[in-house]
């Protein structure tokens, strides 16, 4: 066949062609001599290769090889399956021996680096050599539930409120400690507050923190991410990042820029920052992701969760989709909340939510519906899930659970009033209960199907059992705010 790989695929819409034919002229106008070509990992953290200028004009038409290893290994660059037997360690032939994969870009994710001169990035996707989707690309999944929620003449409306903390970097340089090895994270660099906390909105407080969130800013504004607002929140240096809505797959590219941006950016100008959700720092609270979601007519864009009754809190299609997330929320929570650390956050009374209960403007439920009669925005926002998700799964478990709610026409319980309280299903107490609850779900396994849900099962069953394996020889002899220096180690400089 003539043609390159992604004309002979039919990879790219029309729009994307067009805006590929631009870049070529972009190129030399913006002087650009390298291209980071970005892929998200199954953790959801930006992996790149850095390729020439020439070398990245090649891959508009054939795509770029890379391995396999970044969704076979765990965040410590451990070895999760077998990848030297046949089919991998995963009953798959394709997945033998550790095969390279064709990354194809996304010209319409094409950016340059603020805070890197001559650099550019670009989201890809990624295919087996014939063309094939990638099993295990969250990319691709959350796309396919895109695609099932369009078929219904709708699409989910995300609005991304991030929380995270911000320190400043007291160490000069790295030393043995910080090294791991496969299997063990080092130890994160060392880092001190920049700002005492717990006064919240304080302006004296958010101001000592200004000078880099000025350059945060600035750095979202050229890169094109939506920015609504920075605010200080309660904990000593915590910061939430709200960013205007848009559709479901901009949302999820927007949330993997956003915080390897601010992690590159921090990190040059002398801080670090963490989207982990509970240091072990003393005095540390939470820092939760609040998913605002909203339905939308794919033709005309009208908003169709406004009710049409003061008496109810959502249209009739609003509160089955609602329905559905609720009767879900346990098999959808590791997601949502995909670390041992993560469901340090599930306690009653901590503006975060232990059970599946909602209500009207309620910051302790689950989910918590704005809006109302004539209203515009009105949406639901998820506040189940943690800063360090993976935004492709996190989404796309949304809309699975949403759909399932709609097409059984199902009706939400009751809202609560009192919500910690209610006699709800209870939220996943552990990673293990999460991926207990993910194992029996016959919906996940018929949206994502048997082979990601097998896979992500293995991956994430690898970093509890690293971490079963840590308490069992010290206990929590070593916990700091009541975390285990293991959660620090996996998870404080790695999201």
């Known amino acids: 066949m003539s043609g390159g790989f992604i004309e002979r695929h039919n990879l790219w819409s029309d729009e994307q062609k067009s805006r590929a034919a631009d870049l070529k002229q972009r190129f030399k106008a913006d002087n650009i001599r390298l291209v980071r070509v970005a892929w998200s990992d199954s953790h959801g953290s930006s992996r790149a290769k850095e390729i020439s200028a020439p070398v990245f004009l090649k891959?508009?038409?054939d795509g770029y090889n890379i391995n396999v290893a970044t969704f076979t290994l765990d965040a410590t660059g451990g070895r999760v399956f077998r990848s030297f037997i046949r089919g991998g360690g995963m009953g798959l032939d394709e997945m033998t021996g550790s095969p390279n994969l064709t990354i194809v870009p996304d010209p319409l994710t094409f950016r340059t680096l603020p805070w890197a001169p001559g650099v550019a990035w670009i989201l890809c996707d990624e295919y087996f050599d014939d063309g094939t989707p990638f099993h295990f690309s969250s990319r691709q999944l959350l796309r396919k539930q895109i695609d099932s929620f369009k078929e219904?003449?709708?699409d989910l409306i995300v609005g991304l409120e991030v929380e995270w903390y911000l320190r400043r970097v007291d160490q000069d340089g790295l030393t043995q400690a910080n090294s791991g090895i496969p299997g063990v994270r080092g130890k994160p660099i060392e880092t001190s507050s920049v700002e005492p906390g717990?006064?919240?909105?304080?302006?004296?407080n958010f101001d000592l923190m200004q000078p880099i969130l000025s350059i945060l800013a600035e750095t979202y504004e050229n890169l094109g991410l939506p920015l609504r607002s920075i605010e200080n929140e309660y904990g000593p240096g915590q910061v939430e990042c709200t960013f205007d809505a848009q559709p479901a797959a901009q949302?999820?590219?927007?949330?993997?820029?956003?915080?390897?941006?601010?992690?590159?950016?921090?990190?040059?100008?002398?801080?670090?920052?963490?989207?982990?959700?509970?240091?072990a720092i003393e005095g540390y609270c939470t820092n939760g992701w609040h998913l605002h979601q909203s339905l939308a007519d794919s033709n005309t864009g009208q908003n169709l969760c406004m009710p049409e009754d003061t008496g109810d809190a959502l249209s009739p299609l609003a509160q089955s989709y609602m329905a559905g997330l609720l009767e879900n929320a346990n098999a959808s929570a590791v997601f949502a909340t995909p670390t041992v650390n993560g469901y340090r956050r599930f306690m009653p009374n901590s503006l975060a939510p232990d059970r599946a209960a909602w209500s009207h403007d309620h910051r302790g439920t689950m989910l918590r519906v704005l809006g109302g009669v004539g209203d515009p925005a009105t949406r639901l926002e998820n506040r189940i899930g943690e800063p360090a998700a993976n935004p492709y799964l996190f989404i796309a478990s949304q809309i699975a659970g949403g759909i399932d709610g709609i097409e059984r026409n199902a009706q939400p319980w009751d809202a609560d009033d009192a919500p910690y309280e209610a006699d709800r299903p209870m939220l996943p107490t552990s990673l293990k209960d999460g991926l207990d609850a993910l194992d029996g779900s016959t919906l996940f396994r018929q949206a994502f199907g048997?082979?990601?849900?097998?896979?992500y099962l293995g991956l994430k069953h690898a970093e509890l059992n690293r971490f079963n394996a840590y308490v069992g020889d010290n206990g929590d002899q070593d916990a700091e705010n009541g975390i285990s220096h293991w959660e620090q180690n996996e998870y404080f400089d790695f999201f």
């Open 59 to 61: 891959s508009l038409i």
């Open 152 to 154: 219904k003449n709708i």
């Open 198 to 204: 717990y006064s919240y909105h304080l302006e004296s």
């Open 251 to 279: 949302a999820a590219d927007d949330f993997l820029l956003f915080r390897t941006a601010t992690r590159q950016v921090c990190r040059r100008h002398g801080y670090l920052a963490t989207f982990m959700c509970k240091p």
């Open 450 to 455: 048997d082979t990601f849900i097998n896979y």
